[in-house]
């Protein structure tokens, strides 16, 4: 009877350890599968935030180029106009408009 009791004992202690194994394990399991998500939504956010990077920098990258061009449009421009433009008249002679006004040498006057 004693050894029936042990034997029941023993029994029931290697159910419990086997009972609280299998809910060790299945946790760990849960934990996996949680663990996977959260690495697979991660590398997703991580690859989003690459592609709108990439965006962004194409989009500056365009914006420069615009600037560019139009700043090169610009400089054409003005480089085409500042050839029309009419050239001031050098005779001026180091006077102001080409006069001298209040300032008198020796030699402006002449003498008859």
Not at 39 to 46: H, Q, S, W, Y
Not at 80 to 90: D, E, M, S, T
Not at 97 to 109: D, E, I, P, Q
Request: net charge positive; glycine share 4%; proline share 3%.
């Amino acid at each position: 009877q004693e050894r029936r009791k042990r034997e029941r004992k023993l029994s029931k202690e290697m159910a419990e350890k086997a009972t609280r194994e299998l809910e060790k394990m299945q946790l760990q399991e849960k934990a996996e599968v949680k663990y996977k998500e959260w690495l697979k939504k991660k590398r997703a956010e991580e690859a989003e935030k690459k592609k709108k990077e990439k965006e962004k920098e194409k989009e500056r990258e365009a914006e420069l180029q615009e600037k560019k061009a139009r700043s090169e449009k610009i400089f054409k421009e003005w480089l085409h106009n500042a050839r029309n433009k009419p050239r001031p008249v050098l005779d001026g002679y180091g006077f102001p408009r080409g006069k001298s006004a209040g300032l008198y040498f020796y030699y402006t006057y002449v003498v008859t």
